[in-house]
């Protein structure tokens, strides 16, 4: 029986790419995690993204090994909206001075209540990437957003880290 090794996917597929959102930089990341975020909808063409440590940081578009990504989105970008509301769960831990923002937004998703501080529920037709996608734009740099649609199973979510990234595909199981 031949000695073998274990297959090493960073060689294959190294993580060097770097996402700025904010002030706040996380990563590295491989080109499968950025085509995921893409399918998520939490990469987009104009999100400020870093080739290596000490590559500037230019809009994910500008790249040219991740602009064959973008090429399949727009597919994904119509599909027609959801007919029927789902129920979601939204929470926000704030950082800075974004809470008003942030529920004008809400307020323009669908209806909503807080049930306590940073925690609201809300009853959207809108996708939960679209969603992410709006509270992450408004949110302050720093705030974390978690996102659940108790109508779907899916989950969402916008500034943990890379650590808490990773935890959350390993434990989180959607409904198929």
Same mark, same amino acid.
């Given at each position: 029986?031949?000695?073998?090794?274990?297959? $090493?996917?960073?060689?294959? $597929? !190294? *993580?060097?790419?770097?996402?700025?959102?904010?002030?706040?930089?996380?990563? *590295?990341?491989?080109?499968?995690?950025?085509?995921?975020?893409?399918?998520?909808?939490?990469? @987009?063409?104009?999100?400020?993204?870093? $080739?290596?440590?000490?590559?500037?940081?230019?809009?994910?578009?500008?790249?040219?090994?991740?602009? *064959? +990504?973008?090429?399949?989105? !727009?597919?994904?970008?119509?599909?027609?909206?959801? @007919?029927?509301? %789902?129920?979601?769960?939204?929470?926000?831990?704030?950082?800075? $001075?974004?809470?008003?923002?942030? +529920?004008?937004?809400?307020?323009? +998703?669908?209806?909503?209540?807080?049930?306590? *501080?940073?925690?609201?529920?809300?009853? %959207?037709?809108?996708?939960?990437?679209?969603?992410?996608?709006?509270?992450?734009?408004?949110?302050?740099?720093?705030?974390?957003?978690?996102?659940?649609?108790?109508?779907?199973?899916?989950?969402?979510?916008?500034?943990?880290?890379?650590?808490?990234?990773?935890?959350?595909?390993?434990?989180? @199981? !959607?409904?198929?």
């Amino acid at each position: 029986m031949a000695n073998q090794q274990p297959l $090493d996917l960073a060689e294959i $597929d !190294p *993580p060097r790419w770097r996402i700025m959102t904010g002030d706040t930089v996380y990563g *590295p990341y491989t080109l499968g995690q950025m085509r995921s975020f893409v399918s998520e909808a939490r990469l @987009t063409v104009t999100s400020k993204v870093a $080739d290596g440590d000490g590559g500037a940081f230019i809009e994910a578009r500008e790249h040219t090994d991740l602009k *064959p +990504l973008f090429s399949a989105a !727009p597919a994904r970008a119509r599909k027609a909206p959801q @007919t029927e509301p %789902s129920n979601l769960m939204v929470i926000i831990r704030h950082t800075g $001075d974004s809470r008003a923002t942030v +529920l004008n937004v809400l307020n323009e +998703l669908g209806r909503f209540a807080e049930m306590m *501080p940073g925690a609201y529920l809300l009853s %959207s037709t809108e996708r939960v990437s679209q969603i992410r996608l709006q509270l992450a734009e408004a949110a302050a740099p720093g705030d974390q957003i978690v996102i659940v649609n108790a109508s779907t199973g899916r989950l969402a979510w916008a500034g943990l880290g890379t650590e808490t990234d990773a935890l959350v595909r390993s434990v989180w @199981t !959607p409904k198929a």
